[in-house]
């Protein structure tokens, strides 16, 4: 048995949203998001995460550093947030982000060629693989 409905009207709390946009104003969101400076962004480079917050670093973040620390200095040239409102960042990082995918699909071009896969199955499972373990 259905039952109809009828129309729904969805409205704007107006109350509400001033509320939302005054805590926002007043969070200075460009302090939670973004960089202010290069200064800061090469520091973080160089600066080892602790990323169980246990006061000391172990082996597997040290080893995660360094093996990451080229893409680190790479993506600290992307401009500061800061800057234009952050579309220059925003603009240079589309553009990163597009030459990071043109060479990881050369190389899985050249590994599927050197091993005999196909390139549609080089493809499938290369990607699935390379989107699915940043996540583990």
């Known amino acids: 048995m259905e039952q109809m409905v009828g129309p729904i009207d969805i409205i704007e ?3 509400f949203k001033g509320f939302v946009d005054r805590l926002v104003a007043n969070a200075n969101v460009s302090l939670m998001v973004g960089t202010h400076s290069w200064r800061q962004q090469f520091r973080d480079a160089f600066t080892i995460e602790d990323l169980d917050e246990d006061g000391q670093l172990s ?4 080893f995660l550093h360094y093996v990451s620390f080229p893409w680190k200095l790479i993506f ?4 500061p ?20 995918t043109a060479v990881i699909g050369d190389v ?11 390139d549609s199955i080089t493809a ?8 699915s373990l940043p996540g583990m």
């Open 124 to 131: 499938i499972t290369l990607v699935a693989l390379g989107t």
């Open 108 to 118: 899985a071009s050249h590994l599927g060629c050197t091993i005999g896969l196909k």
């Open 59 to 62: 082996g597997k973040e040290k």
């Open 13 to 15: 709390d107006i109350a």
């Open 81 to 100: 947030t800061d800057y234009f409102s952050g579309w220059l960042s925003f603009c240079v990082s589309i553009f990163a982000i597009g030459v990071v």
């Open 76 to 79: 600290a040239l992307i401009p």
